[in-house]
């Protein structure tokens, strides 16, 4: 019988996005993550030799890809900025499993210490947005200082609905932000 063949680069990354997701990165022991993945802890360490802090680590970076190829590009590319806006709320939708996923971001953040292993990364991806954000209100003919606190709020709003949504098992509070979210952004133009 030969060897059983690896798990994809991409539907690893998956696995293990959903395992923090899930249960965060204390949570995540190498038991969980070898079950998600159907790796044995051997294989794993094998793949992350720095264990489960590299796996969180390339977990974050490829979905700071994903938000970078599907949000922040289209964000900052052409089209009329209600458009850009429209675009980025379907695809959360869809990234969040229409608020039935928690965010990434929100999950490894560490609550005990103020510079976690993955303060710094989480803190570009943030900064990313709010900047990309910002960028289309500005283009829609907001002044930079409220494009700014507007794009800031947004992301608030957008986390505080994921973690709503999760604590009172309903994806209600994801879904009302997503249909105001135009409306929260624009404003009085």
Not at 48 to 55: A, D, N, V
Not at 71 to 91: E, F, Q, T
């Amino acid at each position: 019988m030969g060897r059983k063949a690896s798990v994809e680069e991409e539907d690893l990354m998956a696995r293990l996005s959903a395992v923090f997701r899930d249960v965060g990165y204390e949570g995540a022991t190498l038991t969980i993550l070898s079950e998600a993945t159907g790796l044995k802890k051997a294989s794993l360490y094998h793949r992350f030799p720095q264990g489960k802090e590299q796996m969180a680590r390339e977990v974050l970076e490829s979905a700071g890809a994903w938000l970078d190829e599907h949000i922040l590009s289209p964000l900052k590319g052409k089209g009329a900025p209600n458009d850009r806006i429209k675009d980025m709320i379907k695809k959360l939708d869809a990234f969040y499993s229409g608020g039935k996923q928690a965010c990434l971001l929100n999950m490894l953040s560490s609550a005990r210490i103020h510079e976690g292993p993955f303060t710094q990364l989480i803190k570009q991806v943030f900064e990313a947005w709010i900047s990309a954000l910002s960028a289309v209100l500005v283009d829609a003919g907001l002044d930079k200082k409220v494009a700014s606190t507007r794009a800031e709020r947004a992301v608030v709003m957008l986390q505080g609905s994921l973690v709503l949504s999760r604590g009172m098992g309903t994806t209600r509070p994801f879904r009302e932000f997503l249909k105001t979210l135009p409306d929260e952004l624009f404003g009085a133009v």
